[in-house]
């Protein structure tokens, strides 16, 4: 092989690797569900307009930082003939001056923006019409209270367009962090500390969220949903999940209530009015409250859809679909686990 036929060898290589890599990034139907790039809220567009200032800003520094390198060498080199005197002076005064200043310029163009960014993802004041949504974390789900309206629900965090919302962020054992890209960014969970994340989101959709603070076994199994609604949408919703849950009188899903009040789920589990906590923030050991459990899209902490035949597989064996997770096997049989799962879809 001639060394031409092997560097055009190499270049056709390193094409098809561009090319694949390329096409590996084409968005699936719907868009990347956890893509940083696709703001929301006021909250994500700063971070974005900030992301796109400081490229474009990194960029003109590469042009010129590359334009130099290559006058230097094409230009301003002399290796032909007989080799110039180098310079003689110790330093030129200008020349320091404009690589000291044009630097530190650059840098306070970028740190203006971003101290900027920063100080309004941690506002000390709110409006009047702010809606407090806490986020509770645990290993390894998540648990939403809405203070002002008595809501309690997990995993499936709801909230409406037009509105400052603001998530106080607890922790109930070890380090997590909230992130949902598109709504609001991330920040850390920390156990003691209360963290914020104020926002107002602008555009009605469903929204993916994902622990990434590595917190034991299942932190890859730690997912929410973020519903963005209109606030006509978000009023009937809240106004539903206050409504007292369904008591089914008959079929498999009466057995299964049954099932639920008698075997050790209500030990965990509130379903409201048949078991449980307050609704009042407490640090503690629980479960997910299930009063509307039937009414969530997904469930595990958004791992699986929400449907009787997952469940049941849920029932069978926790561990088996989230390792490490603290909702034991109930030794209950086929049967029941079947009506169990019809009960708790019947919590619209
Ligand atoms: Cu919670 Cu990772």
Known sequence: MTALSRKSTLASALLAILALA??????????????????????????????????????????????????????????????????????????????????????LAITVPTVRVIIKTQPYTWPKDTLPVQVIAHQWWWEFHYPTLGV???????????????????????????????????????????????????VPGEYYGQCTEFCGDSHANMRFRVFVESPADFQQWAKHQLGPPAKPTSGPAAAGAKIFADAP?????????????????????????????????????????????????????????????YMPTLGISGGEINELAAYLESLK
């Not at 990194?58 to 002399?78: E, G, K, Q, W, Y």
């Not at 629900?153 to 962090?177: K, W, Y």
């Open 22 to 107: 390329i096409s590996a990034c084409k968005p699936p139907p719907g868009g990347f569900p956890l893509d940083t790039l696709v703001p929301t809220s006021d909250l994500t567009q700063s971070f974005y307009d900030l992301f796109v200032k400081v490229t474009v800003l990194d960029i003109i520094v590469l042009i010129v930082v590359v334009a130099a390198l290559f006058l230097a060498i094409m230009v301003f080199s002399t290796r032909t003939g007989s080799p110039r005197q180098p310079s003689v002076k110790h330093s030129d005064m200008y020349l320091e001056m404009a690589w000291t200043i044009i630097p530190a310029l650059i840098l």
């Open 152 to 202: 309690v629900t997990a995993n499936e965090v709801h909230i409406p367009t037009g509105q400052t919302i603001r998530f106080g962020l607890f922790s109930d054992d070890v380090i997590h962090s909230f992130f949902m890209p598109q709504v609001g960014g991330k920040r850390d969970v920390v156990p003691g500390q209360e963290n914020q994340i104020t926002l107002i989101a602008n």
């Open 265 to 325: 789920c209500a030990i965990c589990h509130t379903v409201r009015g048949v078991s449980g906590f307050s609704k009042e923030y407490t640090y503690g050991f629980r479960g997910p409250d299930l009063t509307h459990f039937g009414s969530r899209s997904t469930m595990g902490a958004a791992i699986m859809d929400n449907t009787p035949q997952n469940v049941a597989i849920w029932i069978r064996n926790p561990a088996e679909v989230k390792p490490g997770v």
